[in-house]
């Protein structure tokens, strides 16, 4: 009597093939070929049985939880069994890299994976038999695969949707019994709408969660689904790049314009690894040091502070920190008096107006569009230029990356550009309102902010601001430490005070030197810090002091 031989039997349910055999009638055709081989002791115990539901090719081998289990008895030091039996080969798996890579753990652990309808011998010919109905099974599944990609595609030039699941803000309706289109639901589109909005103000997405009824995980996802512009787009697994896009085959909830700025703020917070938004703190993003770089938040004491990001990298700067109470301070007085005042919105409102019917805003982005209908047909170019050979994708990776930024740096400039005469009462309400966040919750206030300011520049002593509203541009200087005043009387202070106001025309210069211990200045000394910096700045008493704000002249809109 021949020993008993222990054999694994894998099942897998196959939509590819087209005989589509049951797992119950695997699982039978395999106890039936075992009886057969009986003479020689082959026994299936039923814990030796493993079955998976998911497809070999639609799922990697790791995911499939069964497969992995008998992998990892296969691979045991005394495994249960020494031969694994498979309906055909390609159950096993339909990737070539899987396939190849199981069977050589399987050989090297001595055991054995046999077909039940397929034969394929020993030595080197049964491995290139076995290579070849892998390749053959590969090819099925990537053949198969491309089949159901033009259905699909096909079934979507026709304005079809041919998923079952629906995205946020949308229903399916049946159009014949058997397909289906999309239209919005009011209720979840307002939703979703207030999501892209939150986004590209620069809230995180934890703080959005919070605003809106839907967690953290679907957030995430909603805000890189295409399908909300009116396009139909499916991604490949991986969802890195498309397989197939299909323009405006159902209604919009949100603009391709709105779309693209959302990725844009996206990508931004990853380049700069700040993935949750713009922060807590309130003038992240838009504060920037006179070299360039950004200036980063820190807490001391419950006072932020912001300081250059350069000092962190180690790149040599030499500005000061500022603290966002004072820069606060600064611009709640430059709006009061430069935006919200009476005068202010006067003159702001009869500037625009005329701007508008003067024709400068549409003279002025006539050429943009131009411009940016060059920059898509250059991109167009490049790409049909990768797909006959002539360039590699590496090889024109910075050049396309350059021209994204060119045509955002467009479209930026073309978001404002009114038809209708601009309502007073309307602006007027906009910016009570503006006023009034600027004092509200920490939240309100960032986004007041944003809407008003533009960029702010460090350069101490003082701070240059870049203001936009309307689609006009204003550019201040404010002083951000207060300007030392020197008396008529100086040479007779004492001194302590003639110090203290020596520390005063440091901190106005940016002078780092010390004063005190071992570099302790002597009254000469002193006295001619002092002469020099009237050289420079002039006498000025408490009435001579320059105002502490100076608009430079308006520039053009565009």
Known sequence: MAPRVYVALYVRK???DLDKLSIDAQIQQGRDYCDRMSEEGWTIRDEHIYMDEESAYAKPATARDSFMEMIDQACAQ?????????????????????????????????????SMTQQFGTGAGGRLS??????????????????????????????YWTSNRVPLGYERYNIDGKRYKLRIVERDAAVVRQIFELVNKGWSIKEIAKEVPLSYATIKKLVKNEN??????????????????????????????????????LARRRKFGNADGVG?????????????????????????????????????????????????????????????????????????????????????????????AENKAARQRFIEMVHVGVFDADDIKEKMQALRVEADALEEKLDFAPEQPIDFRVMKTLLD???????????????????????????????RLETHFLGIEEFYVADYYPRPVVPQDWRCMDRVAQLRLVTQMQR????????????RWTKPQIETYIQDYILQNGPYSKEEVPKTRRKTPRSNVA
């Open 508 to 519: 106005w210069n940016q002078d780092k030197r010390k004063l005190g211990g071992k570099n």
């Open 228 to 265: 909300y512009t009116g396009d139909r787009v499916v991604y490949n697994k991986a969802r890195t790049q498309p397989v197939f896009r299909v323009s405006d085959i159902h209604p919009a909830i949100i603009s391709k314009k709105c779309f693209a700025k959302a990725q844009k703020e």
């Open 14 to 16: 196959s939509n590819e």
């Open 280 to 372: 807590k703190a309130l003038y992240c993003g838009i504060l920037r040091c006179h070299c360039g770089r950004a200036m980063v938040s820190s807490a001391d004491r419950g006072t932020v502070y912001y300081r250059c990001n350069g000092k962190r990298e180690g790149t040599y700067c030499n500005r000061g920190n500022v603290r966002e109470d004072q820069i606060t301070d600064i611009l709640l007085d430059l709006f009061d008096e430069e935006l919200f005042s009476s005068k202010a919105i006067h003159e702001m409102f009869v500037l625009a107006e005329k701007k508008r019917q003067d024709g400068d805003i549409e003279k002025a982005t006539r050429h943009l569009n131009r411009k940016l």
């Open 78 to 114: 005394k495994p249960p069994f020494t031969k694994i039996l498979v309906w055909k080969i390609d159950r096993f798996a339909r990737r070539m890299r899987d396939s190849t890579h199981y069977i050589d753990l399987l050989e090297r652990n001595n055991v054995e994976l046999i």
């Open 130 to 159: 076995m290579g070849v109905m892998q390749l053959l099974a590969q090819f099925f599944s990537d053949n198969l695969s491309e089949d159901v990609t033009r259905g699909l595609r096909a079934l979507a030039l026709k304005g």
């Open 433 to 463: 309102r503006l006023k009034k966040d600027l004092r509200g919750s920490s939240l309100k206030m960032r986004d007041a902010v944003r809407e008003l300011v533009k960029e702010i520049q460090v350069d101490l002593p003082t701070i």
